[in-house]
């Protein structure tokens, strides 16, 4: 028995096996770097040893004792690991190195346990000394905590790479669609625009829309969908009136909304999502509602300070990230910055970070249109400020004044006609 044994998890034989078969066999060595780390050992002299072999291998060096030793001499650590015989000791441990994933396994399973009990440690730590700190920041921080060490754990399975003929052979899956040919569940949304051309009510719309089971767009029908909507910036009065009219407009149409379908939360202090109080009170809601879409914004609202850089936003995104990784797709509402852009027309694309630009993967945003039609009524450009990442339908153009504050309209529409369904849709290819 080692007399450390009462101390934190760990199985030193096992670790001598898993630097013994890799002293002995390539193969052993390509298995123990695809699954353990050199954090996972408990020595530190084991730690150098793994650093040490793997170092090699990825010099493109052969490995054996001999070569280790010299290395090891080269860079002043034979010392610390415990001289040439223990190389031998590590050779002599290991029975073979066809069990390389049995040693490699108990290694990480008693590091997972240390991790845990570190985690554990720090968060009893900060509960008993962070005097002033909020008690759900503190919860928020030990989920996170805890998560951080369930998301180091390595599967069982080697991560394979597919060859081609692999690749090929794996049937595509179905879309998974939340709105057919617009939205697919987990996709990522930011919509931008110009003050005063209706793009929070164009934003409601498509909340309450798709929660009633109407094309957002097009106007037919779909399956109804559960609809978070976060409004942290309106009154919960000022939300009322703008959603009251389309929730009734949704019953006319014969298509009335479950009261389990759209969900309203009215924060108009505005959020800060990098503070751990704020997103647990977000993310609780998303665990317990459980939606399929979550429209969000204004983005200047969800912090509170501007997010000019990359370390500002990380944090915003990291959480919506966490909402779209509950199956969610994510809508947020951002306001257009104020560069001019090229033809000397404003830049649609969002104010604040270039991080913004590369998150979502789909970018619009509107602009009144410049044609002799929109003299007769709001008319407005649905304009990419992204590349799509897949084939859509999202609209070219919209007209207000129909059934809806919204319909798509073909580019050059005559606007005394009728306004045909399913007309003007973007197809990109």
């Not at 490699?104 to 009893?124: H, M, P, W």
């Not at 409601?204 to 609809?227: E, M, S, W």
């Not at 500002?312 to 509402?333: D, F, H, T």
């Not at 649609?348 to 509107?366: C, D, K, Q």
């Amino acid at each position: 028995m080692n007399d450390d044994t009462l101390l934190e998890p760990h199985d030193i034989t096992a670790e001598q096996c898993v630097l013994g078969a890799m002293l002995i066999s390539h193969a052993a060595v390509e298995t123990a770097m695809s699954r353990v780390t050199a954090g996972d050992f408990y020595r530190p002299a084991h730690q150098i040893l793994f650093e040490t072999i793997t170092n090699l291998v990825r010099a493109g060096e052969p490995v054996d004792a001999a070569i280790v030793l010299a290395r090891l001499q080269a860079d002043g650590n034979l010392a610390r690991v415990g001289g040439a015989l223990y190389l031998h000791t590590l050779i002599e441990t290991c029975p073979t190195p066809a069990n390389i994933r049995h040693y490699t396994a108990i290694v990480r399973e008693r590091a997972v346990r240390r991790r845990l009990i570190r985690a554990a440690q720090s968060i009893a730590h900060r509960a008993y000394t962070a005097d002033g700190e909020d008690a759900i920041g503190l919860a928020e921080h030990a989920v996170r905590e805890f998560e951080a060490v369930r998301d180091l754990e390595l599967s069982e399975d080697d991560a394979s790479t597919p060859t081609i003929k692999e690749f090929l052979e794996v049937k595509d899956e179905e879309y998974d669609w939340i709105v057919p040919g617009l939205l697919e569940r987990g996709d990522r949304m930011i919509l931008t625009g110009t003050e005063g051309l209706g793009k929070s009510t164009l934003f409601r719309q498509l909340a309450v829309t798709i929660a009633a089971g109407i094309h957002p767009f097009d106007h037919t029908p779909i399956t109804p969908r559960r609809v978070l909507i976060v409004d942290a910036e309106n009154t919960p009065t000022h939300v009322r009136r703008k959603i009251r009219p389309l929730v009734a407009q949704a019953e006319l149409q014969g298509h009335p909304i479950s009261e389990t379908n759209l969900w309203l939360e009215t924060r108009p202090e505005g959020l800060d999502l990098a503070n751990d109080r704020d997103v647990s009170w977000l993310l609780r809601r998303v665990s317990l509602i459980r939606p399929d879409v979550v429209c969000l914004g204004p983005l200047y609202r969800l912090a509170p300070r501007a997010l000019n850089s990359d370390d500002e936003v990380a944090p915003i995104l990291a959480v919506l990230n966490m909402i779209r990784s509950k199956g969610a797709c994510v809508l947020l509402e951002a306001h257009a910055g104020h560069a001019i852009g090229v033809g000397g027309r404003r830049d649609l694309r969002p104010r604040g970070s270039s991080a913004l630009l590369g998150w979502p993967e789909f970018g619009y945003g509107i602009r009144r249109a410049d044609t002799e039609e929109a003299k007769y009524r709001r008319v407005v450009d649905l304009e990419s400020w992204r590349g799509d990442r897949d084939e859509r339908e999202w609209p070219e153009r919209l007209a207000a004044g129909g059934t809806w504050p919204w319909t798509a309209v073909q580019i050059g529409f005559d606007p005394s006609a009728s306004w045909p369904q399913s007309t003007g849709l973007r197809s990109v290819s």
